[in-house]
């Protein structure tokens, strides 16, 4: 259950956001998350409604992008998305592939009220 | 009105984890982060490991409740600090930092640090360590490596324990091998016994050859 600890680090790091500019409402957050990362998107939701209830950003919508595991081979160059985020080697060579997307873990962008 | 921010949201964790290998290097000691199952034998595997280990060692123990694994260590006459994480399925790295104060960590080559039993956050979790080290039994059955990748991703060394189990159980070693492979791993494997001792020279060979010469 890492969902908790993640959903506290987008409150936290949203209200620095937020704080920046002025205190703005809060009305959607989009985070982008890799595949890889094990994150399933209703329980970081769940959780993150219940970090910002009593807070400023009580009501704003998370919306979480997962992106998919993409390698690229060190050997042969070729480049692949991978649909269930496995085997993680080149499809072409069958040497292990190096990592290019699927692991991040960002706070994109944040709507807030004009 | 939209905000661009895209910032890291384990930037906080990934700060704190530099801070870690800063104080660690700055020592000379090579931090091991042992990242297994409950009950996949990381304090056995330690109990094994330091009393044959030609280098000096401290522990650092992970666990959600009770000092049970830090008594353990410190019957062994190795320098041992508990960390009780109460609720967190992982180990914090702010509480990994403040642990290396109960140290000595000239007196330390190598710092193990044995994590919470949990296959999946420990993963993601940076805490300045050096080396990621996989532990796997031959009890928990050959298909952790496929549910698991993104640690055996990580990992620089995977310890495939209690192989004195394989006539008792399910368990596939090629399996195994060709899940690695298939997860990208680019990890040395150890097939040992914490329990009968097989198998250890190979994996303290590795460990030795981890830490810097002093």
Same mark, same amino acid.
């Given at each position: 259950m890492h969902e908790m600890a993640i959903a506290e680090s987008i409150a936290e790091q949203v209200e620095a956001a937020i704080a920046a500019a002025g205190h703005p409402r809060v009305l959607e957050i989009r985070v982008r998350a890799g595949a890889l990362r094990a994150i399933v998107p209703e329980a970081l939701t769940f959780c993150f409604a219940a970090v910002a209830q009593g807070s400023p950003l009580e009501g704003a919508s998370l919306q979480v992008a997962v992106v998919p595991v993409t390698i690229l081979c060190p050997a042969c160059g070729v480049r692949a998305e991978l649909e269930d985020g496995a085997p993680l080697i080149c499809g072409r060579c069958g040497g292990p592939g190096d990592l290019i997307a699927g692991r991040e873990l960002l706070l994109e962008s944040i709507e807030v009220e004009e | 009105m939209e905000i661009r921010v895209v910032e890291n949201l384990l930037k906080a964790n990934e700060a704190v984890a530099m801070q870690t290998r800063a104080v660690l290097d700055a020592a000379g000691t090579v931090a091991v982060n042992l990242i297994g199952s409950a009950g996949a034998g990381k304090t056995a595997l330690l109990e094994a490991t330091l009393p044959r280990l030609g280098v000096s060692a401290a522990v650092i123990e992970g666990d959600l409740q009770t000092t049970r694994d830090a008594e353990r260590i410190g019957r062994l006459?190795? +320098? @041992? @600090?508990? *960390?009780t994480t109460g609720k967190s399925c992982h180990l914090p790295p702010q509480l990994v930092l403040r642990a290396l104060d109960g140290l000595d960590l000239r007196s330390a080559? !190598? @710092?193990? *640090?044995?994590? @919470?039993?949990n296959l999946i956050c420990p993963a993601e979790i940076p805490l300045g360590e050096h080396f990621k080290v996989a532990v796997l039994s031959t009890a928990e059955g050959d298909d952790k490596v496929a549910k698991y990748p993104m640690l055996f991703h990580l990992a620089d060394a995977v310890v495939i324990n209690k *192989?004195? !189990? !394989? +006539?008792?159980v399910t368990f596939s070693m090629d399996r195994v091998r060709d899940d690695l492979r298939q997860v990208g791993s680019k990890a040395s494997v150890f097939e040992l016994s914490a329990k009968t001792g097989a198998g250890l020279e190979a994996w303290l060979d590795w460990l030795g050859g981890r830490a810097r010469p002093r």
């Open positions: - | 006459g190795t +320098p @041992v @600090v508990q *960390i080559r !190598l @710092v193990f *640090i044995e994590n @919470v039993g *192989i004195d !189990l !394989l +006539p008792h």
